[in-house]
């Protein structure tokens, strides 16, 4: 008999959906917070739930063999001082769609200058403003997973002219041309939006930095939606501050909550929302875990399982 434990702050829910698969040979129990999970996972072999939160008990979990990540982003459970003897599966082909509204949202309300309208209608004012049409658009993308594909195909149903950056320079279908870290210079010189969608891995720590924001282009908008340590967020204030750069939608950052006093916040040529670009939809989630646990059960191999180098 496999037992399960479920860590994730809507716990509940999850636990009615994976009761709700019927799935054999399983026991469930549940946990909102990581003190009231550490007394029912001592004999749990799997865990279902949120990296940070299971991050807290993994020297509590004696039979660990499996853990399936609820979030897209598993660095923490990455973490070199951590444990490695289980295997942890990841979730692909489920933030794609909902990141992907979050960043034409923010692409398109600036582009038609909606901020500004509403300053003009707040102030009864009638004043066409100018705007390129989407073909004029240069979309550049760091990161061509699940999520990136996502967005360049939506991009590129648009007009938007999009190209990518990827570790291994592969051909990716849905992007005009593939640039790897060898060629950033000239990759970064083209877009007017940068999105970024890597997770935090010791090879992406600060790949966004003084240097790297100095080969874009000084109109152009970064888009983070991928970890906050990605981007060097000291050498972000200062190309924001000295127009290095035309602006950012910044939704995940270093320290979260982002800190009152930081000077984000004060930046007129910045947007920045509260790491909610995706959510974590149970269903979604426990769809891929009902796949996972079935092919648990055969002992074949398991999706989106995480390398825990390389961090994906």
Not at 22 to 42: H, I, N
Not at 66 to 87: I, N
Not at 217 to 237: C, F, H, P, Q
């Amino acid at each position: 008999m496999n037992k399960l434990l479920i860590l994730a702050a809507d716990a509940e829910k999850y636990d009615c959906l994976v009761r709700a698969a019927d799935l054999k040979q399983l026991q469930v129990r549940s946990a909102p917070d990581p003190e009231s999970a550490r007394a029912k996972v001592d004999d749990a072999n799997i865990v279902l739930g949120e990296p940070l939160l299971i991050s807290e008990i993994l020297a509590n979990a004696g039979c660990l063999q499996w853990v399936q990540s609820s979030w897209a982003g598993v660095d923490r459970l990455c973490h070199p001082e951590l444990r490695r003897d289980y295997l942890l599966t990841g979730l692909k082909d489920v933030f794609g769609p909902m990141i992907t509204e979050y960043v034409m949202a923010y692409l398109f309300a600036l582009e038609r200058r909606v901020f500004e309208m509403q300053a003009n209608q707040l102030e009864k004012r009638w004043q066409p403003l100018s705007y390129r049409p989407a073909g004029d658009i240069v979309l550049g993308i760091i990161g061509l997973g699940s999520i990136g594909q996502h967005l360049a195909r939506t991009a590129r149903h648009f007009g938007l002219r999009v190209i990518g950056l990827n570790r291994s320079g592969r051909a990716c279908a849905e992007v005009e041309e593939v640039f790897t870290s060898g060629t950033i210079a000239e990759f970064l010189a083209q877009p007017d939006y940068v999105v970024v969608t890597l997770p935090d891995t010791p090879q992406t720590l600060h790949m966004i930095n003084a240097r790297t924001l100095g080969m874009m282009k000084s109109s152009a908008v970064l888009i983070n939606v991928g970890r906050g340590g990605v981007v060097y967020e000291a050498d972000l204030t200062k190309a924001l501050q000295q127009g290095i750069i035309g602006g950012a939608v910044l939704d995940v950052f270093d320290a979260e909550p982002l800190p009152p006093d930081n000077p984000l916040w004060h930046l007129p040529n910045v947007y920045i929302t509260p790491h909610f670009a995706a959510e974590s939809c149970p269903e979604a989630v426990v769809k891929v875990f009902v796949e996972n646990y079935q092919r648990f059960l055969r002992q074949e191999s398991l999706l989106h399982r995480i390398d825990f180098e390389r961090g994906y």
